[in-house]
């Protein structure tokens, strides 16, 4: 009798972690398909690496900097915003300049394209 009552105890607690650890899989299997969908979102379909127009270290008059490598990745500053190692795109059909990391960052419309080592996105002047 004791053997048996032993055994419905164990059996349950095995059946417990069978649970969680399902639950645990599943949520790990949500977070990666959620994390891909934001990775995957807000690009434009014309969204291009920005080309050497765009490399350099650039700063405005308000403190924020646009840092653009000529293998396109990026880094932007802003208060307290701040993106460190992710890339620089260019819609030319949406006029804008993103510079994100796993599809997060700031979309910026590109007012005037990098000319003498000049640019102007969402109203800002950006300077070399």
Same mark, same amino acid.
């Given at each position: 009798m004791e053997d048996a009552e032993t055994y419905r105890k164990a059996h349950k607690v095995m059946k417990g972690q069978l649970i969680k650890n399902n639950l645990f899989l599943l949520a790990a299997a949500l977070a990666a398909v959620i994390i891909s969908g934001i990775a995957c979102s807000g690009g434009a379909a014309d969204a291009k690496p920005a080309g050497p127009e765009y490399v350099g270290a650039w700063s405005a008059k308000d403190g924020s900097?646009? *840092?653009?490598?000529s293998d396109g990745s990026a880094d932007y500053k802003?208060?307290?915003t701040t993106v460190?190692?992710? *890339?620089?795109?260019?819609?030319e059909q949406e006029k804008t300049l993103r510079i994100s990391l796993f599809g997060i960052g700031p979309k910026f419309k590109i007012d005037k394209p990098p000319a003498n080592d000049e640019m102007t996105l969402d109203g800002v002047v950006y300077r070399k």
């Open positions: 900097t646009i *840092t653009i490598r802003s208060g307290s460190t190692g992710g *890339t620089a795109e260019v819609s």
